[in-house]
């Protein structure tokens, strides 16, 4: 029996009489095989998991606590999701060793047949791609990855010239440090934190994203990496949280959560990055990577028939939703920065129809206010610019996801 982890038994009642699969507790209990909640155990598990087989940026999104683990049976590996209604949402791909990757995506599938959920896997890599398409799953582009190669990347020629100025025009704000919670708790840089999101959020036209996004963590950091900027009076004006991957071609850190003051003088978090990059690349860290930028170069050429309309929707959520999220500027911030190459993402889903209830899904576990919170978006004013003196691209710091 595969072991289901971290659903609440209301949680497993509610979905059970939804889909008409049991009538009674004992039923209930013996599929999931589990308690009310995932261990520490279990959590310990996943990460030596992540460590031998991460090679998604995502995957290290398993170890926050909106995360449902789904583990092999047959195989050793384990799949990262949560629920909504009778749709499953995984965020990256099933971690596991390459050579198991279709046994335990088939034992998940079968799971999710057998007990009347739909599925949807996010922003998975083109490294598995024909085992979902051999297993009856749909995909369809979903954004590109900013990847940077740290041995030969730099901020010379013209390709970087922007961001360069940015960084130079930092340099004489600020410097950058890196605090290591595991070694010395620091109350104070980790109210400034807080003080820094805080501000950020009150620009922000919609709620806070989770499920694809981190938390700060500081209570149980593991493997994240911190690293901030303070001005000349030691205040911290902008932050960059990192999590580890693993590749074949080297292990890498992506950027997961950036955040600056409105206040603070532009280039701020290009200095970060910056920074961030130089000491991993010291390390002998061989990979870089701002996330995805989200729909972006997502065309219907090249793509089967049965998927087009899914690349279609897409497209009209890139043009449209510009408004809310800034996708376009978003995609353009990271494309100054000269990336090595773009690594592409897909979404995945079975049945093979991207349908209402499953877009409803992917919304919803994203932003737990939901459509509504697009919604008020759409009429939410637009913010000030507090100093039109300085260059456009100085004024708006590039943000990392």
Same mark, same amino acid.
């Given at each position: 029996?595969?072991?289901?982890?971290?659903?609440?038994?209301?949680?497993?009642?509610?979905?059970?009489?939804?889909?008409?699969?049991?009538?009674?507790?004992?039923?209930?209990?013996?599929?999931?095989?589990?308690?009310?909640?995932?261990?520490?155990?279990?959590?310990?598990?996943?990460?030596?998991?992540?460590?031998?087989?991460?090679?998604?940026?995502?995957?290290?999104? $398993?170890? *926050?606590?909106?995360?449902?683990?789904?583990? +092999?049976?047959? @195989?050793?590996?384990?799949?990262?999701? /949560?629920?909504? !209604?009778?749709?499953?949402?995984?965020?990256?791909?099933?971690?596991?060793?390459?050579?198991?990757?279709?046994?335990?995506?088939?034992?998940?599938?079968?799971?999710?047949?057998?007990?009347?959920?739909?599925?949807?896997?996010?922003?998975?890599?083109?490294?598995?791609?024909?085992?979902?398409?051999?297993?009856?799953?749909?995909?369809?582009?979903?954004?590109?990855?900013?990847?940077?190669?740290?041995?030969?990347?730099?901020?010379?020629?013209?390709?970087?010239?922007?961001?360069?100025?940015?960084?130079?025009?930092?340099?004489?704000?600020?410097?950058?440090?890196?605090?290591?919670?595991?070694?010395?708790?620091?109350?104070?840089?980790?109210?400034?934190?807080?003080?820094? $999101?805080? *501000?950020?959020?009150?620009?922000?036209?919609? +709620?806070?994203? @989770?499920?694809?996004?981190?938390?700060? /963590?500081?209570? !149980?950091?593991?493997?994240?990496?911190?690293?901030?900027?303070?001005?000349?009076?030691?205040?911290?004006?902008?932050?960059?949280?990192?999590?580890?991957?693993?590749?074949?071609?080297?292990?890498?850190?992506?950027?997961?959560?950036?955040?600056?003051?409105?206040?603070?003088?532009?280039?701020?978090?290009?200095?970060?990055?910056?920074?961030?990059?130089?000491?991993?690349?010291?390390?002998?860290?061989?990979?870089?990577?701002?996330?995805?930028?989200?729909?972006?170069?997502?065309?219907?050429?090249?793509?089967?028939?049965?998927?087009?309309?899914?690349?279609?929707?897409?497209?009209?959520?890139?043009?449209?939703?510009?408004?809310?999220?800034?996708?376009?500027?978003?995609?353009?911030?990271?494309?100054?920065?000269?990336?090595?190459?773009?690594?592409?993402?897909?979404?995945?889903?079975?049945?093979?129809?991207?349908?209402?209830?499953?877009?409803?899904?992917?919304?919803?576990?994203?932003?737990?206010?939901?459509?509504?919170?697009?919604?008020?978006?759409?009429?939410?004013?637009?913010?000030?610019?507090?100093?039109?003196?300085?260059?456009?691209?100085?004024?708006?710091?590039?943000?990392?996801?």
């Amino acid at each position: 029996m595969n072991k289901i982890i971290g659903v609440s038994q209301f949680v497993l009642k509610k979905i059970a009489k939804r889909a008409g699969l049991f009538r009674s507790q004992s039923e209930l209990s013996g599929l999931y095989n589990t308690g009310t909640a995932r261990t520490k155990a279990d959590e310990q598990r996943v990460r030596i998991l992540l460590s031998r087989y991460g090679q998604n940026p995502a995957s290290y999104l $398993s170890l *926050e606590n909106d995360k449902l683990y789904f583990f +092999g049976t047959s @195989v050793e590996g384990f799949i990262a999701y /949560g629920i909504v !209604n009778d749709v499953i949402i995984v965020l990256g791909d099933p971690v596991c060793d390459a050579a198991d990757f279709p046994v335990l995506l088939r034992e998940f599938k079968e799971f999710c047949l057998l007990h009347g959920f739909s599925v949807v896997f996010l922003n998975i890599t083109p490294a598995f791609l024909r085992y979902y398409r051999n297993l009856g799953f749909a995909y369809a582009k979903s954004g590109d990855e900013a990847r940077f190669d740290l041995n030969t990347y730099s901020l010379k020629g013209g390709r970087a010239a922007k961001i360069r100025a940015s960084v130079n025009h930092a340099r004489k704000f600020c410097s950058v440090l890196e605090y290591h919670p595991l070694e010395k708790r620091d109350y104070h840089i980790e109210l400034e934190f807080q003080s820094v $999101s805080d *501000e950020w959020f009150e620009k922000k036209k919609t +709620g806070k994203l @989770v499920f694809s996004l981190g938390t700060i /963590g500081f209570d !149980n950091p593991l493997d994240k990496r911190y690293f901030y900027a303070v001005d000349s009076d030691g205040r911290i004006i902008g932050f960059t949280v990192f999590i580890p991957f693993i590749t074949k071609g080297g292990n890498g850190y992506m950027a997961d959560i950036t955040r600056r003051r409105p206040s603070a003088p532009g280039g701020i978090s290009e200095l970060i990055l910056y920074e961030a990059f130089n000491r991993f690349r010291e390390e002998g860290i061989r990979w870089g990577s701002m996330g995805i930028a989200p729909l972006a170069r997502v065309t219907t050429d090249n793509v089967p028939a049965a998927d087009k309309n899914a690349a279609k929707v897409f497209n009209f959520i890139y043009e449209k939703m510009n408004t809310v999220y800034g996708f376009k500027s978003l995609f353009l911030a990271k494309r100054e920065y000269a990336p090595t190459f773009w690594e592409p993402n897909f979404y995945a889903y079975w049945p093979r129809i991207l349908s209402l209830h499953k877009g409803y899904a992917i919304i919803t576990i994203q932003n737990p206010g939901g459509i509504p919170d697009y919604v008020r978006a759409f009429i939410k004013p637009q913010p000030q610019q507090t100093d039109a003196a300085q260059p456009r691209h100085l004024l708006k710091s590039a943000t990392v996801r």
